[in-house]
């Protein structure tokens, strides 16, 4: 179990973009999760998914936060990474966008970077960081594709252990 101390946290956010054509694809893990953690358990943070695409999030949420007086570190974003495999979570506190736009859009939106984010593994089309624009744009069309019967079981099955580990 990960070391995450959710008692500060007021606010759980699900990166994702909207409509049913991005409803299964691995860019909407953080979702997945936001809307399983709301449809099966009663938690007294707030939950938000956003409705702008993920590139354009960063407002919506700020406007949320702002609404409800809540600083960055009152603030849980749930969304996808690359960087692990399909299956595997890991928490972190701070930091920067690390190449996710998401979260560019949303450091920028509240001027800071002070707020907590659960990355659920979505894995790479390929085993290297991309290098060019053309490898750049391989990533983009991998998250924004829908994941497979197999990838679904398992960012299904990581979802199930964060809400039973968190909630």
């Known amino acids: 179990m990960q070391d995450i101390d959710l008692d500060e946290v007021k606010m759980?956010?699900?990166?994702?973009?909207?409509?049913?054509?991005?409803s299964n694809t691995r860019h909407?893990?953080?979702?997945?999760?936001?809307?399983?953690?709301?449809?099966e358990k009663e938690i007294p943070q707030k939950v938000l998914i956003p409705s702008s695409f993920m590139n354009e999030c960063g407002p919506e949420i700020a406007k949320a936060a702002n609404k409800n007086g809540l600083e960055p570190?009152?603030?849980?974003?749930i969304h996808d990474d690359i960087d692990?495999?399909?299956?595997?979570?890991?928490?972190?506190?701070?930091?920067?966008?690390?190449?996710?736009?998401?979260?560019r859009s949303l450091i920028t939106a509240l001027g800071s970077d002070d707020f907590h984010r659960?990355?659920?593994?979505v894995g790479r089309p390929f085993p290297h960081k991309p290098t060019t624009p053309a490898e750049?744009?391989?990533?983009?069309?991998?998250?924004?594709?829908?994941?497979s019967e197999v990838e679904r079981e398992k960012i299904d099955q990581v979802i199930a252990k964060i809400i039973d580990q968190l909630f």
């Open 84 to 103: 692990l495999p399909p299956g595997e979570w890991k928490y972190k506190a701070g930091g920067s966008a690390g190449g996710h736009n998401g979260l």
């Open 136 to 147: 750049e744009e391989v990533v983009s069309e991998y998250v924004l594709s829908p994941v």
């Open 28 to 39: 909407n893990a953080g979702a997945m999760t936001v809307a399983r953690i709301e449809a």
């Open 12 to 22: 759980i956010v699900g990166l994702g973009n909207p409509g049913p054509k991005f």
């Open 73 to 77: 570190n009152e603030i849980l974003v």
């Open 118 to 121: 659960l990355r659920i593994g």
